[in-house]
């Protein structure tokens, strides 16, 4: 039982998958075709590499509810800068454009000590005030067709998103488990006090967190700009409860300290999925939305009971 | 009679029987210590008197009746008060909302709470116990020795008949414990009868009637305190034959290098015009009640807390330490006094806590990406050097005794190579063994030339492990004794302000 509650951790997210898989090949002859599941993975991108965000964020003990006024920001900021400085150099600007504003969550949040729930509202708050006031109110037609092709383009038969995800995957991975960084990240959610003694710099940390969620944002905000060639001022509304979704589901605690990025990137395309499927069965989508909901609480359901069985198991001198 | 009787009292958990039919008793008005090493059983016995695990097999009577106690709820009505280690207060209420939680006094409606009687029944209470604080202090707000005598509080307004008090005295000055050990004795005046659990026998024998030894969940005897001695109990404990378990230090050779140095050094609130000198391969002991500043002279001497002024020399140098990071720079470790709240990384695997301080030095590419082989190389270095033990470097730490827990926080700072060590209640909370086994390690340690500065307020320990104890009061240097000059009586009269000559001056009065 304990070795299975241990694989649960890790991948929990596994089984939710393989239920819905079967779940949805049974209910449709088009779910088993290698475009459909292609297509699922894409769909599941922006809601990966913001949860890849967003899981170092929750894994240092906050979070950031500032992502879509990023990704709106970014996309306006794109939509403008494409007609005076091209393409290839508007985006590096627009992603350092949103780095910044990471930074600045980090700053208020690290050396003026205010909670990352008020700081990254502020933050949203006013980010989305400054994108309508770029874009004017309204949203811009972006006429560099040859953008597109980045959101929407495929190389060798899969889209080109897929390979952004699976890059910032590695990047992120590579950061959380196997630097420093990755390790005081941990350090710092789990007992900021003991970190700070430790010579930790939790400071520096934070703000190193929240330029990290923030450029995730920009990423995924420059995917969907290019998807729909709208600069848009008030992108994604809802968005970050997507990606706190899934680096929840994905098995990261809430408590921070441990952060689970395969457990991420499985449950955006587990989401994905959950809409995609349901779509393709025609389920309406008050029912989508209905059941994203319903399995969220059930994993936490099952987390709380795990967690509490491990404990007990602790309680009753069972080597855990 | 019996307040509390049990037969054959068994607890199994699966792969462990945890309590293995135990008989065990308590009368009213009696003191009666319960003692063992961790995991001896005495923890599950206690949470079977408290309702928190029921028993598999065994009677248990309580004032005569056979009972069982289902939930805490059942216990707490038969008049049982357990106070755990862990304090059951609710850190942002009020002093007297915890004492009456769940049972508030109402107004006439009942609806709502009787302010004027819930705070002026508290006071009464805590009038009892001789406290002298505003039951409308939020817990949160009181140090650890007043949260304990609003636990003590809480257990009276239950009038409880058993008390049974885990580990009371762990996290409590030496001067506290006497009050603790006064107001124990006005209960026991009473009638209420106590279980008391500490790891430290001096105080069970100070204290108790009777003495009885768990050992592997078996009740290995039952003593009358005044007809055995420490060493038969700690053999009942342990099962073999220890003579001494507290070995003075021998020295080879004193050395006068002086390794850290204070001059005129002053932490508002803590304390004012400090100087010291800490030499190499010394162990030096700063002993002081809550209130004598020593606890916060060493955190700011490692930069957790700022110094207000004073200067600071390293090996001869003048140096600033205003973070933990500047004092890890010059090879000065630290080991918190509050493993859990400042020292143990609880999500985090044994590894990772114990490389934490050491992760970018050991890293390549100029600290950005951790070798996994010198980590661990690393580990068992220090794992085999403390005798860590610990089932993978994967385990997580919470899963480890408390004694290994300490280790861990130990080890990571000795992975550093520090040349000085500062050390703040470093046998806290872990049991006998664990204790000598920390003493053994600071010792070896000195003579392998570093320099421990330690706090603590066991007495033992400041009387038998440091070279020299220097006694802090009201944030000044008030006493400081040599191994040679060392004397129980003058030590604690130093600490709680009376001068040596006071002392002896009323001993010939």
Redesign the interface.
Known sequence: MIRFLKLYERFGIVIFIVIASVFLAVASPNFLKVDTLLNIVAQGTYAAIVGFGMTLAITSGGFDLSVESVMSLVSVSLALLFPLIGIPLSIPVVLAVAASVGALNGLIIAKLKVSPLITTLSIMTIMKGVALLVAGGRQIVIQEKQFMELGTGKVAGIPIPIFIMVFFFVLFY?ILY???LG??I??V???E?????????VDGVKIMVYTLVALTSGVASVIRTSQALIGSPSMSPGFVLVAITVTILGGT?L????GNLWGTMLAAIFISMIYYGLNLINVQIFYQMLSVGLVLLVALFIEGLRVRYLAA???????? | MELLRTEGLTKTFPGVVAVDDVDFDVVPGEIHALVGENGAGKSTLIKIFGGVYQADRGKMYFDGREVSFSSTHQSQASKISVIYQEFNLVPDLSVAENIFIGREPRTAGGLLIHWGRINEAAAGLLERLDMKIDTRTYVSDLPVAERQMVEIAKALSYEARLIIMDEPTATLTEKEVVKLFEIIAALKKEGVAIIYISHRLEEAFQLSDRITVLRDGKKIGTKATSQTDKDEIIEMMVGKVVTEYFVRRERAEESREVLLEVRGYSVADHVEGIDLKLHKGEILALAGVIGSGVHGFLQSLYGVIPKKSGEVYFEGRPVEIARPKDAIRLGIGYVTEDRKNSGLLPDMSTLHNLTLIIIRAIARLRGLLIRDREEQARFKDIRDRLDIKVASSGQKVIFLSGGNQQKVVIGRTLLTDCKALILLEPTRGIDVGAKAEVHRILRELADRGMSIILTSSELPELVNLPDRCVVFYKGRIAAEFSQDTMDTGQLVAAQIGHSAEKAAGRARA
Not at chain 1, 255 to 258: E, F, K, L, T, W
Not at chain 1, 313 to 320: C, N, Q, S, T
């Open positions: 590579m196997h630097t420093p390790r005081h941990s350090a959610g789990s007992n006090n003991a970190a700070r003694i430790s010579g930790v710099k605690s408590a921070g300290g441990r198991a602790k309680a009753r001198g069972i080597k855990v």
